[in-house]
T-cell receptor, first 109, second 113 residues
Framework: RKEVEQDPGPFNVPEGATVAFNCTYSNSASQSFFWYRQDCRKEPKLLMS???SGNEDGRFTAQLNRASQYISLLIRDSKLSDSATYLCVVNNQGGKLIFGQGTELSVKP | DGGITQSPKYLFRKEGQNVTLSCEQNLNHDAMYWYRQDPGQGLRLIYYSQIVNDFQKGDIAEGYSVSREKKESFPLTVTSAQKNPTAFYLC????????????FGQGTRLTVV
């Protein structure tokens, strides 16, 4: 089993749609969690950290469920500019940042 | 400006040659990481370092070597023992190992010719 697994993509959605990504992790001792965005042939950039209480940043909402060991990212009112690959990242004890394989999102007009 | 810099952006290597990828950061970060990304794949951890003069193998360390002689620098050597070195290599750093985000360099695209 992979340490971090994401929904397989790609997700093709129309502008204005709501889309949700899920990610599961295997190490119950994982310390912190993030969602990164990666545009084609570019480096990943932090989208948002994920807190136990859940957090929201504009159209983006992240949730963490420690009991079930999954995190989620919800994008509301999707824009063309949201098209990218979204990476789930888990920071384990010992300092290893583990990335999921990414979920590609394509927002169409 | 503070940041993390990788060089070169593109690198071509002949089979059988070792090559070193540079990664420098001026963010005063303790931790540094090297990842490899293949087309359509996620990032796989090669090596990481929590402090100067210390580094740990990641999931795919075979055929690679690193050093961490200075806090600012974490070069990666791709040796001739790496059987399939063509990939996109990403260096990252973070302020603390446990709970802070990582910042990435722009990456080096290595092609073996």
């Amino acid at each position: 089993r992979k340490e971090v697994e994401q929904d397989p993509g790609p997700f093709n959605v129309p502008e204005g749609a709501t889309v949700a990504f899920n990610c599961t992790y295997s190490n119950s001792a994982s310390q912190s969690f993030f969602w990164y965005r990666q545009d084609c042939r570019k480096e990943p950039k932090l989208l948002m950290s994920v807190y136990s209480s859940g957090n929201e940043d504009g159209r983006f909402t992240a949730q963490l469920n420690r009991a079930s060991q999954y995190i989620s990212l919800l994008i509301r009112d999707s824009k063309l500019s949201d098209s990218a690959t979204y990476l789930c990242v888990v920071n384990n004890q010992g300092g290893k940042l583990i990335f999921g394989q990414g979920t590609e999102l394509s927002v169409k007009p | 400006d503070g940041g993390i810099t990788q060089s070169p952006k593109y690198l071509f290597r002949k089979e059988g040659q070792n090559v070193t990828l540079s990664c420098e950061q001026n963010l005063n970060h303790d931790a540094m990481y090297w990842y490899r990304q293949d087309p359509g794949q996620g990032l796989r951890l090669i090596y990481y370092s929590q402090i100067v003069n210390d580094f740990q193998k990641g999931d795919i360390a075979e055929g690679y070597s690193v050093s961490r002689e200075k806090k600012e620098s974490f070069p990666l050597t791709v040796t001739s023992a790496q059987k399939n070195p063509t990939a996109f290599y990403l260096c990252a750093s973070s302020f603390r190992v446990w709970d802070t985000e990582a910042f990435f360099g722009q990456g080096t695209r290595l092609t073996v010719v």
